[in-house]
């Protein structure tokens, strides 16, 4: 009886030291990045153009370009995502089938993502003939983040009682309707929070628009999907590892950090909000 209490107290205080290393290590790592970036934060950093070869001015083509690259794989991702985990959740026969199609989505959820850069280029910039664009890029993120919308939405899905379905058919409703009406609502919860994660997880990706997207520099702003845009992920690559002028341009790209670290801040909180107002009104 002691060795058990010794053996439960032991592992009470190895799960909360490695909750604490865990956290001191996510603090650091936001300390350091805000106390070099958050010097430049200023609204003229966020809506002025880049000047004299990216040592001066601000990021906005690097924001407008790093949005029009998540909305728009979103676009193609999220209905495609939800589809395919209504299809493996509901109507996938055989057994087996659906088994080895969940297990190459779950592999494809653990490829590196430079793998999927160059499935863009061979695929979507030389195979389709898009070059570097935006829409070879949000193609390319989309395939990125289409597992995790797939896997969101089969366990959500997977998380709605059974006795919802037995109402809902013991009523005379077809299936369709019990997916439509029944299952989807209470499963909205859950597949909406995947949806927005991965709109952080595509924001924040480089290697995909290394070869798909992405610029080293440029003054204007995009007029197509056929155009080539700045990416903040990107930008921050490039002022660090290709900058000829480091004393002005790491500043620059620690402040592009903090942009980008906001940004996917509030879209994993907006998936927070959403997910615990939908809960409180399915309770009520």
Known sequence: ????????????????LSVGIS?????????????KGAGRLSISFLTQMPKNGMTEGGIFPAIIGTLSLTLLSMLIAFPLGVLSGIFLSEYGKPAWLVSIIK?????????????????GLSVFV???NMGVSILSGSLTLAVLILP????????????????????????????????TRVILPAAAPGILTGSIISVGRAAGETAPILFTAATFYTRRL???????????????????????APESQVPIAYGTAVVLLLLVLIING???????????????
Do not use: C
Request: glycine content about 6%; proline content about 3%.
């Open 1 to 16: 009886m002691k060795k058990r209490k010794i053996l439960e107290f032991a592992g009470e205080w190895a799960l909360k």
């Open 23 to 35: 956290l001191a290590f996510l603090f650091l790592f936001l300390f350091m990045i805000f106390s």
């Open 103 to 119: 297990t190459s989505i779950n592999t494809l959820s653990g490829t590196p993502s430079i793998v999927f850069g160059l499935f």
């Open 126 to 128: 030389i195979g389709f």
């Open 148 to 179: 995790i919308i797939i896997n969101a939405t089969v366990e959500s899905i997977k998380s709605v009682p059974f006795d919802f379905r037995e109402a809902a058919f013991s009523l005379g409703a077809t299936k369709r309707q019990v997916i």
């Open 222 to 244: 995009p007029k197509s999907v056929m155009d080539e845009v700045m990416a903040m992920p990107y930008h921050i690559y490039a002022l660090m590892t290709e900058g000829t």
């Open 270 to 284: 907006t998936a927070i909000l959403i997910r615990y107002r939908m809960r409180k009104r399915r309770n009520w």
